[in-house]
């Protein structure tokens, strides 16, 4: 094709037509020749075939989020490139589930599984976990596990970790946040009710009576109106509240007497003492049983239910429900462990100063004739066998062969706080005595609104 003069014609007829083009109309054409001479440059280049098509991929790559290195446990190195997601998919443990099945239904390799349980102690006891337990995960790109995290108390999680075909296992500290608080209660119905109005748990309330239990029969002198006030502590761990603490100190009023006892840690002795350094824990318990009800109480002249006829009961009888603890009074030796028509099975301990204590009608016992047994520990459970009408446990205190009233008899006393111990305890019990003065004053306040 003849190029060169294509173009000049194309010129010499816009000069003839020029007076009616206007400079857009001028643009136009000439934009029109340039395009076309590339055109017909493109058909007569030898280089370039109608047949060949050039296809060119440009992949966009979005910048990735840097991983954050979480900081190392106390005593261990922090492991480079290990990040700790703030994603976890927590599994619970099921009944009669094991680990090697839980990493199954994840779609981890078992093989990596048997390597973390070899790494070392605290990994091996992974293989003994219980329904409810929880494990985290966090998996990596490769759909393989990258951490793995358990709880190994409410303090401590066990952190094993996954790089580059390594593994790595760290126990690594939950930080814990401890809060004073406090809480005051009116008993209008029971302790438990009391302690529910106050925002206690159940178990604070077992604690709080724990405290008092040698002063104390909460199962027959607690009356409406009685009351109680505590300083106490509140867990939270990561933001959320864990539990409640220890006691700080507390005072409970019970039909007008006023008890009150401080929380002291000094060295081997960790226990709660009266203001002025007396040990609230006796050498017996009050009642040897928690949170039942008088059905009979110590009578002489009691008309037996069974019998119909006048027979002393040297005892106290504590309804509960079958199966319920008892608990030895306080340290001794098993001198009888029996099963009678009359006492049904029974226990009998001696302690020292020639006390001795006697436990009626159980359901079973858990001790032996001549074993040792300590304060609080369990005995046997309440039954109804022998000569009884219902399920309960009739308990005796006897002094030198003389029976004795269980609720009123003067209990031995523990040795008191003395010497820089005490000067220490008085020291640490004045704050927390001062905060519950100021308590009780202001729930008094209240009341009278």
Known sequence: ??????????????????????????????????????????????????????????????????????????????????????????????SGQTLDAIFREQGFSIALLHRIL???????GLTDIRPGDVFDFRAGADGELAEMRYSLDE?????????????????????????VAESAGVIDSSLFMAGKRAGLSDA????????????????????????????????????EFLREGEILAATFINQGARYQAVRFEDGDTIGYFAPDGRNMKKAFLRAPLNFSYISSGFNPRRMHPVLKRIRPHNGIDYYAPRGTPVYAAGDGTVTRSDYSAANGHHVFIKHAGGIETKYLHFTRRTVQRGQKVHQGQTIGTVGSTGLATGPHLHYEFVIDGVHRNPRTVPLPKVEPLHGPQLLAFQSAAAPLLTQLSRLESASLYASRE
Do not use: C
Request: hydrophobic share 45%; glycine share 4%; proline share 5%.
């Open 1 to 94: 094709m003849e190029t060169p003069r294509l173009l000049k014609a194309i010129r010499d007829r816009i000069e003839d037509e020029s007076h009616w083009l206007t400079r857009r109309k001028l643009a136009i054409v000439g934009l029109t020749l340039i395009v076309f001479g590339l055109l017909v440059g493109l058909l007569e280049s030898p280089e370039v075939t109608q047949d060949a098509t050039y296809y060119e991929t440009i992949e966009l790559l979005l910048p990735e989020r840097a991983a954050v290195t979480p900081p190392a446990a106390a005593g261990t190195a922090a492991v480079p490139g290990v990040g700790i997601d703030e994603t976890w998919l927590s599994v619970p443990v099921r």
């Open 118 to 124: 070899a790494l070392n102690v605290d990994t091996k």
């Open 155 to 179: 303090a401590r999680y066990l952190l094993v970790r996954h790089l580059d075909d390594q593994l790595y296992a760290d126990v690594q500290p939950r930080e814990i946040i401890v809060e």
């Open 204 to 239: 604070m309330v077992m604690k709080l009576a724990n405290i008092f239990v040698w002063d104390i029969d909460f199962v027959l002198d607690i009356r409406e109106g009685d009351h109680f006030l505590l300083v106490y502590e509140k867990l939270y761990r990561e933001g």
